[in-house]
């Protein structure tokens, strides 16, 4: 049990690291598809949001998006309820872009999990779920630990 923890970050390390060498090839970062990944999903997010979500400092995170900006990728916004905050959206310019990445995750996806039937895939979706469970329930008020 105690090597587990390793072995699943050893593997979501290999599936980043896979990721990285494709979309290396459209000439994206792994800090900026991430960015594109999470505003095409979410549009409108505040840097601040956004840096919190991919557990970056805010500083970096605007450094990344000052590079998407000038390449016209991503566009900021003023917050319309705060003047001093910026949203973000992913320009119609990166849409082929976050398009041919989405589809190169699918591909590397298919080609990581190629060979494991689906009820395993299911069970392993459950598994990973439970743990997220149970790291998010722990600290929780009520909650006793060992």
């Given at each position: 049990?105690?090597?587990?923890?390793?072995?699943?970050?050893?593997?979501?390390?290999?599936?980043?690291?896979?990721?990285?060498?494709r979309?290396?090839?459209?000439g994206v970062?792994?800090?900026?598809w991430?960015?594109?990944?999470?505003?095409n999903?979410?549009?409108?997010?505040?840097?601040?949001?956004?840096?919190?979500?991919?557990?970056v400092?805010?500083?970096?995170?605007?450094?990344?998006?000052d590079?998407l900006?000038?390449?016209?990728?991503?566009?900021?916004?003023?917050?319309?309820a705060?003047?001093?905050?910026?949203?973000?959206?992913v320009?119609?310019?990166?849409?082929?872009?976050?398009?041919?990445?989405?589809?190169?995750?699918?591909?590397?996806t298919?080609?990581?999990?190629?060979?494991?039937?689906?009820t395993?895939?299911?069970?392993?979706r459950?598994?990973?779920?439970?743990?997220?469970?149970?790291l998010n329930a722990?600290g929780?008020?009520?909650?006793?630990?060992?």
């Amino acid at each position: 049990m105690e090597s587990l923890p390793f072995e699943i970050a050893e593997t979501a390390h290999g599936l980043r690291r896979a990721f990285d060498r494709r979309a290396a090839a459209l000439g994206v970062t792994r800090a900026q598809w991430k960015v594109l990944f999470r505003l095409n999903r979410m549009p409108g997010l505040r840097q601040v949001e956004l840096a919190d979500m991919l557990d970056v400092e805010p500083i970096t995170l605007t450094r990344i998006v000052d590079r998407l900006a000038d390449a016209s990728l991503v566009e900021r916004r003023a917050d319309p309820a705060d003047r001093r905050a910026w949203r973000l959206y992913v320009t119609d310019s990166a849409k082929p872009l976050v398009e041919k990445l989405r589809l190169l995750g699918n591909a590397m996806t298919e080609e990581a999990f190629s060979g494991i039937p689906e009820t395993r895939l299911d069970a392993l979706r459950e598994t990973l779920a439970q743990v997220r469970d149970n790291l998010n329930a722990v600290g929780q008020p009520g909650r006793i630990s060992a």
